[in-house]
Antibody, heavy 120, light 110 residues
Framework: QEQLVESGGGVVQPGRSLRLSCAASGFSFSSYGMHWVCQAPGKGLEWVAVIWYDGTKKYYAESVKGRFTISRDNSKNTLYLQMNSLRAEDTAVYYC?????????????WGQGTMVTVSS | QTVVTQEPSFSVSPGGTVTLTCGLTSGSVSTSYYPSWYQQTPGQAPRTLIYNTNTRSSGVPDRFSGSILGNKAALTITGAQADDESDYYCVLYMGSGIWVFGGGTKLTVL
């Protein structure tokens, strides 16, 4: 059974850091591009970042560029999102999503999400 | 900055047909934008319906179809059912690895 499980969310003060993880199972993780997508409370979906199947290419939304870093460990079937210099507007549910193929492709499947709250 | 547009809300009668659209504030949507569609109910993760304009994701009933209509991407739902009542999001590929979501359409079945 293909599955994505996010973890690492929580409450963090503005300016601090947080690292999210997304554990993949049931499919060949190293063959697919992976995304992070967020959703602020009561708002729509917002694409955050993508990483190629082999980690060689990474792209970010302008809103997080320079603050967030996407990475992956194919030996552990795990995707990460390092979130630095967090702001109140980063408060959202963060979903990881598997791409349809190895690059920046549409989202084939989703995890259940992890909530990040940035508040003092 | 180009924005992806969707109808904020739409309603359909049970058994009816509805077409939701996904456009651009500047320019036309084509297959080169690889439009895809996602369904989300409150408190749940999104579910992939359609990708690459018109390819149904595994397990998605053929009541859901995607296309390009004029200068927009479109999601058509035929034979609407009560459990189709959800938020629907489109996303477009803008090049250079970047994706942009529309604001979503809240579909009511009544």
């Amino acid at each position: 059974q293909e599955q994505l499980v996010e973890s690492g969310g929580g409450v963090v003060q503005p300016g601090r850091s947080l690292r999210l993880s997304c554990a993949a199972s049931g499919f060949s993780f190293s063959s697919y591009g992976m995304h992070w997508v967020c959703q602020a409370p009561g708002k729509g979906l917002e694409w955050v970042a993508v990483i190629w199947y082999d980690g060689t290419k990474k792209y970010y939304a302008e809103s997080v560029k320079g603050r967030f870093t996407i990475s992956r460990d194919n030996s552990k079937n795990t995707l990460y999102l390092q979130m630095n210099s967090l702001r109140a507007e980063d408060t959202a549910v963060y979903y990881c999503a598997r791409g349809i193929a190895g690059g920046s492709d549409a989202f084939a499947m989703w995890g259940q999400g992890t909530m990040v709250t940035v508040s003092s | 900055q180009t924005v992806v547009t969707q109808e904020p809300s739409f309603s359909v009668s049970p058994g009816g047909t509805v077409t939701l659209t996904c456009g651009l504030t500047s320019g036309s949507v084509s297959t080169s934008y690889y439009p895809s569609w996602y369904q989300q109910t409150p408190g749940q993760a999104p579910r992939t319906l359609i990708y690459n304009t018109n390819t149904r994701s595994s397990g998605v009933p053929d009541r859901f179809s995607g296309s390009i209509l004029g200068n927009k991407a479109a999601l058509t739902i035929t034979g609407a059912q009560a459990d189709d009542e959800s938020d629907y999001y489109c996303v477009l590929y803008m090049g250079s690895g970047i994706w942009v979501f529309g604001g979503g359409t809240k579909l009511t079945v009544l």
